[in-house]
């Protein structure tokens, strides 16, 4: 193909993302009369429990990615071509509606009055556990909670996950595991030692896909966490559009939580040792 | 005031608008006004215009910062900010004194809501709403024995259903009248006990929100939270249960008024404006349409008592202690700032 079909993404990606990052870079070295200062680094220290709670979040979301999505997209990529496309459709679907809606509805079911606490109501959970056990709330707690935030990043990421580990399992060369299994290995063998690594393209991919936007949200933990507690991504909000306006120290903020994310990211790919070019989309 | 989305659709709307009328634009008089969304009647803008003969070229904003920047840039000639921006733009030298021989219409505003501490000459602004923070509450679960003062906000026997502003300025603002301190103060030891006031709330508060109270009050998910009476209105028709109340401390008092900013470059179009805006048949139809009290006094005088009682629509600000905000000194804004950040880490 020819390269010059390349320049629009070049220009896209100069004007789009390198220009502001740049521009972060640039603020979060100015103080607000525009002179050089260290001064908004000096803050982080005392932030160490957010960058503590982001990344902690972000980390078991993406294991739960994971864990929900690698089975999945094994077992979707042994299905039939037709059933595949259907699978497919059905990850999609739930994308065709807007980011935020979806998340709302997710307020909706776990609120206290909410849809699931009214069931376990009906079905007279909550008064069994009321009368055999002193429980002595009349709901169940489930939104306000980490546990809430978590499944919202979950439910929100998850494709993220699937779509790149599920590319790399159907161009898997089935003679690979024919060989693995005529040698006499048994099927968890064959999977441990044949399917699993050579699928680690796309589980990179598919970890730094989930990982990436769930370190930095702000919307999902505001709506179903309580917002008594911030991340990262709140507090970088919070000096942009707080009353305070102070984008130096946004973008300060900004700017460690990029520089963390590539190391977490070259320390991924250190168990991604090269071996195969294919589905490893990111960096 | 907090109604961004709506906003957002009649920003788009207006831009619409804005192409059609380009045509004829050129010959006659214009008129560049900036509100916030959802904020007039636009009925109004059109009978101003026949009226007057002068092309009204009204834009939106979603908060005041966003205004900040606009008009650093951008030349308007009637801007209807809040108290505290009023007061910044003031000590930034943005606004021209007014003129109220062209403005004879200011006799009709209620002089409770003149001399504020954003504008205490009261040469830069003309009221054109007011409100109060209150606490909204559910008849159904809040005892009226404890209902009256701000303390309903750290009663712990409403732990995990009641709320807080999630927004530095209101929040504190809040602890500080708790305390008895001004909402303006400059101390940071007031400040610092204001926060510790609202950490010891944290555990009794089932969030700390903004919109999301719009929502959790009426679906009854929490008790009590503070709003503005404003919007309680909206609340309460969903709800007929919630209630709303100023608590006897003090409250903040906020205005949004209109102004001309320096660089505007059509005065007397927009004395014309605030004027018309001021007479009491548009300020009626302006006070039906954005829910939001009116400072006019005829306004007041015309509507039934029972509106005018109520203390949803018009606050008996003689009752309590109220205060508006002012511009912050940027040092105090970062204090904020830093409070805020330790209140929700």
Redesign the interface.
């Known amino acids: 193909m020819k390269k010059s079909f390349a320049y629009p993404y070049g220009v896209w990606l100069a004007v789009f993302i390198l220009a502001p990052i740049l521009m972060v870079v640039v603020y979060a070295f100015l103080n607000?009369d525009g002179g050089f200062t260290l001064h908004n680094f000096s803050y982080l220290p005392?932030?160490l429990?957010?960058f503590g709670r982001s990344f902690w979040l972000a980390f078991l979301s993406t294991v739960v990615c994971l864990a929900l999505g690698y089975p999945m997209a094994y077992l979707m990529s042994r299905l039939s071509a037709s059933k595949q496309s259907l699978c497919m459709m059905l990850i999609m679907l739930p994308m065709w509606i807007n980011f935020l809606l979806r998340t709302y509805a997710w307020m909706s079911i776990l609120?206290?009055?909410g849809f699931i606490n009214q069931f376990f109501r009906s079905i007279g959970l909550i008064s069994f556990l009321q009368s055999h056990f002193g429980y002595s709330l009349d709901y169940i707690p489930l939104i306000?909670t980490q546990g809430a935030i978590v499944l919202g990043m979950v439910y929100n990421f998850l494709p993220f996950m699937v779509l790149p580990i599920y590319t790399v399992l159907i161009k898997l060369d089935r003679k690979l595991i024919e060989a693995a299994q005529d040698l006499g290995a048994p099927t968890y063998l064959v999977f441990r030692r044949v399917i699993f690594p050579l699928s680690i393209p796309g589980v990179i991919s598919g970890i730094t896909m989930v990982f990436v936007p769930s370190v930095s949200t702000f919307v999902i933990s505001?709506?179903l966490g309580?917002?008594?507690?911030?991340l990262v991504g709140?507090?970088i909000d919070?000096?942009f559009?707080?009353?305070?306006?102070?984008p130096h120290l946004g973008s300060a903020i900004a700017l460690v939580m990029i520089i963390l994310i590539f190391i977490c990211m070259w320390i991924m790919n250190k168990f991604d040792d090269g071996s195969s070019e294919e589905g490893g989309l990111l960096l | 005031m907090k109604k961004r989305m709506l906003s957002l659709l009649l920003c788009s709307a207006m831009c619409a608008g804005l192409l059609s009328g380009c045509g004829n634009a050129s010959s006659a008089e214009v008129l560049n006004v900036y509100n916030w969304g959802e904020y007039i009647d636009t009925d109004l803008i059109d009978q101003f215009e026949e009226e007057t003969g002068i092309k009204v070229i009204y834009n939106t904003f979603d908060s005041n910062e966003n205004l900040y920047s606009r008009i650093q840039t951008t030349s308007y000639d009637v801007i209807i900010p809040s108290d505290y921006a009023i007061s910044r733009f003031i000590d930034e030298d943005m606004l021209q004194p007014l003129n109220y021989d062209h403005i004879p219409n200011m006799k009709l505003i209620d002089e409770k809501y003149t001399h504020l501490d954003f504008d205490p000459e009261q040469k830069y602004s003309v009221p054109y709403t007011w409100g109060v923070v209150g606490i909204v509450y559910n008849t159904k679960y809040v005892d009226k024995a404890d209902i009256g003062s701000w303390d309903l906000l750290w009663n712990p026997k409403y732990t995990n259903r009641t709320a807080m502003f999630n927004n530095s300025r209101d929040a504190l603002g809040i602890a500080l009248m708790y305390l008895g301190y001004s909402l303006n103060t400059t101390d940071k030891d007031e400040l610092r006990e204001a926060a510790d006031l609202i950490i010891a709330g944290k555990p009794v508060y089932q969030g700390i929100w903004m919109d999301q109270i719009l929502e959790k009050l009426p679906s009854e998910e929490i008790v009590a939270a503070p709003y503005y009476n404003g919007d309680a209105v909206t609340m309460i028709d969903e709800n007929p249960d919630l209630a709303f109340y100023v608590p006897k401390e003090g409250t903040n008092l906020f205005v949004d008024a209109m102004c001309i900013p320096k660089n505007a470059k059509n005065v007397s179009g927009a004395e014309k404006f605030i004027n018309f805006m001021c007479s009491t048949e548009a300020a009626m139809a302006n006070w039906e349409y954005v829910g939001y009290s009116s400072p006019q006094t005829e306004v007041y005088n015309e509507l039934d008592e029972e509106i005018t009682s109520d203390p949803l629509y018009f606050p008996d600000i003689t009752q309590y202690p109220t205060e508006a905000y002012t511009n912050l000194p940027t040092e105090i804004n970062q204090y904020y700032n830093d409070l805020w950040v330790d209140i929700l880490t």
């Open positions: 607000a005392g932030y429990p957010i609120e206290n009055n306000n505001q709506m309580s917002g008594k507690n911030l709140d507090l919070l000096q559009m707080g009353g305070a306006y102070n």
